[in-house]
């Protein structure tokens, strides 16, 4: 069962997409809700996506999928995958606000969370 989390995240390169397909690589501090007493642990990914619908900038809904591998740091390091999907909403023509969920296992761990943040075309 996943473990719910709160996440800090930080996108280390700005996406490319062409013809749909783009790219991130990310590092995250995952950790229990903030009730719990565990501890918290790092997360590294790299990513692929396929955005929906990306030749216009007149859009302002782009629904995307997103697949790729994960690391997990703590007591040790832990290979996975992750698999998620969500929307990014565009404010204006160059920038906008991303909507997603993602699940990251490993053999040892599991994560589900939520992301809220700002992307750029």
């Known amino acids: 069962m996943p473990v ?14 062409k013809k749909g ?16 007493d565990s501890a918290t642990t790092l997360l590294g ?21 997103t697949a790729g591998y994960s690391l997990f ?6 290979h996975g995958y992750n698999v998620g999907g969500g ?4 404010l204006d023509k160059t920038v906008g606000t991303r909507f997603e969920i993602r699940d990251q296992e490993s053999w040892y761990r599991e994560t589900l ?3 809220i943040g700002v992307t750029f075309r």
Do not use: M
């Open 4 to 17: 719910p989390c709160r996440e800090n995240s930080q996108n280390v390169r700005r996406p490319s997409t």
């Open 21 to 36: 397909l783009g790219q991130r690589r990310y590092l995250n501090a995952a950790g229990p809700p903030i009730a719990s």
């Open 45 to 65: 990914s790299a990513n692929l996506s396929y955005h929906f619908l990306p030749s216009t900038t007149d859009r302002k809904l782009e629904p995307f999928l």
């Open 73 to 78: 740091f703590r007591a040790g390091i832990s």
């Open 87 to 90: 929307l990014n909403v565009w």
């Open 113 to 115: 969370s939520f992301r």
